[in-house]
């Protein structure tokens, strides 16, 4: 099996005022940071150690827990709004005067929320398989079994492949080479997602769920930023059309669609997906 630059990485630790932060870091540094912020039920070692390669080649990325999740102690948040206010803690406890943010799933909502309630600090955002902070007009409803997948604290191989690829054998293989990826740092017995956390990751599913579309329209175009909007159009999770929505709202917006992909299009198209990354950053 290859060996990835990202499997080697140690843990830091970093102190805010609510939590001590578990991060990793690799690439060179100088210029802007890229922050990751990962999906529901997710920790840093979730992270496709390919796809975090191909983001280092040419710039500083920083992979870490928010508050109460995976390797980061402190009282697991329950609202996006507290995700975001961990994610500010986490740059600010670094000394990081700006960044560029990536998230992915609720990674994406939480990045939005922090360019809203801290606009100085961050520069560019990416959002993958996400829509804005809410649920747009016409967005279809999570299926029965994404549910009951979500519910889950146990989650195997097939409910994550259903969640994440397209039902094609080109998408399914690039899922178990995915999943085979992870399973190195996943099988060293890190800290999985609590089932406090993941209970309140689902209260903010909620609550996001329940943000009526003029409040989100409003937030939208409040961002300020530029704003890379990626998704997968057989995404079963997040519709591809609550990215459409978004980008419609965001004044400075890119959106980009995947026509074989789901929610996990970027480990299943990682070197065209990381290209469009470096173009819209700026390498």
Same mark, same amino acid.
């Given at each position: ?16 005022? #609510? ?73 600010? #406890? ?36 996400? #829509? ?152």
């Amino acid at each position: 099996m290859t060996t990835y630059a990202a499997d080697t990485l140690e843990n830091h630790t970093t102190a805010g005022p #609510s939590a001590v932060f578990t991060y990793r870091r690799t690439g060179p540094r100088g210029g802007v940071p890229l922050v990751l912020l990962m999906r529901f039920r997710g920790t840093i070692d979730w992270w496709d150690p390919e796809f975090v390669d191909r983001l280092a080649a040419d710039r500083d990325v920083i992979l870490f827990d928010n508050v109460g999740i995976g390797y980061t102690g402190g009282e697991p948040r329950d609202t996006a709004e507290g995700f975001a206010d961990g994610a500010i803690e986490f740059v600010e #406890s670094l000394g990081l005067p700006r960044v560029d943010l990536l998230g992915w799933s609720l990674g994406g909502i939480v990045a939005q929320l922090v360019a809203l309630r801290r606009p100085g600090l961050v520069r560019k955002i990416v959002v993958a398989g996400s #829509s804005g902070p809410g649920v747009a007009p016409g967005t279809p409803e999570m299926g029965e079994r994404v549910l009951s997948i979500m519910a889950k604290p146990d989650a195997d191989a097939e409910d994550l492949l259903h969640l994440f690829y397209p039902e094609t054998e080109p998408a399914r293989a690039a899922g178990l080479a995915h999943l085979a990826k992870v399973a190195k740092r996943l099988e060293a017995g890190g800290p999985a997602v609590t089932e406090d956390a993941a209970q309140g990751q689902l209260a903010a599913v909620g609550r996001l769920l329940a943000v009526e579309w003029a409040q989100l329209k409003a937030q939208l175009r409040a961002i300020g930023r530029p704003v890379l909007y990626a998704n997968g159009i057989h995404d079963v999770m997040i519709p591809a059309i609550g990215s459409y929505k978004a980008a419609e709202q965001v004044p400075d917006a890119t959106l980009v669609l995947y026509g074989d992909a789901g929610h996990a299009f970027l480990f299943q198209h990682i070197d065209e997906f990381a290209a469009q990354v470096d173009l819209f950053l700026g390498k």
